[in-house]
């Protein structure tokens, strides 16, 4: 609760900071929406796993999609032999500009295929289907089109709509604080994020926090690359840390499309082995 305030503090204190600085494009919104000459240039949350603190430009749409990811996976801890393999298909975040400073964004799982087997018992499963919804809200402290650096408070909450026991059909949500800055040719992300999420007990529910740093640079005026370290933590001892270095390629296409390309390898033995992944991005 006192991190749901303080969100609702920060996003009230900008929304106050923006209206007095009568910025030339505070006049559109969702229903007036910003002139081409005036959009800023395309900013995403993809490829890697720390968001962008740039909000999608009042009145437009954007939509970032996950082509296809694959997951592989071998545990071979404490005697077990057990493989875990997966794949997730259109993935996509769709995004909706509300204000200068603020957009809606609908994360839907179109189509997961995840499968374990077993090597010491033979026993497989797999399951398929449609996955999770999660609604988040972005709100651009500072920083959208000036500056060097930038800065998002980003609220959300995941619905549970998954077929064939994919997720765990409860109500999760919480916030993420992402942060961007200029250093020459290079781009920088920090990012931190608290979730709260239902326990292994199905009891109630615990903290979980998540951290990645990326960096970017551009190749040529059309591709860039990254890298980026990424890990998240349970609040409770004892528990394992996911870590992964994620690495991957971006290349635009005019002004509205981006391609990329790339994979997150685990560096822990509770992450995946790696999570190859190829995907796109159009804004209109």
Known sequence: MKLLKLSLSLML???CFQANAAHEKDQYNLFNPTPKELMRP???DRPDKTESPISVDAGHFQIETDIVTAAFDR???DGNNIRSRGATFALSNIKFGLTNHSDIQFVVETYNIASVKDSNTGIEEEARGFGDVTIRFKQNLWGNDEGKTAFAVMPFVKIPSNQDNLGNNDVEGGVIFPFAIELG?????IMTQLNINRNEKD???EAE???SITVARGITDNLSMFTELAMAKTLKSGTDWPMTFDMGLTYTIGDNIQLDAGAFVGLTDSADDINP???ITYRL
Do not use: K, S
């Open 13 to 15: 204190a900008a929304n």
């Open 42 to 44: 395309l900013a995403t």
């Open 75 to 77: 545990d071979n801890r």
């Open 185 to 189: 040719d290079f781009n920088m992300g």
């Open 203 to 205: 009891n109630g529910y």
């Open 209 to 211: 926090t998540f951290n």
């Open 277 to 279: 992944f190829l995907g």
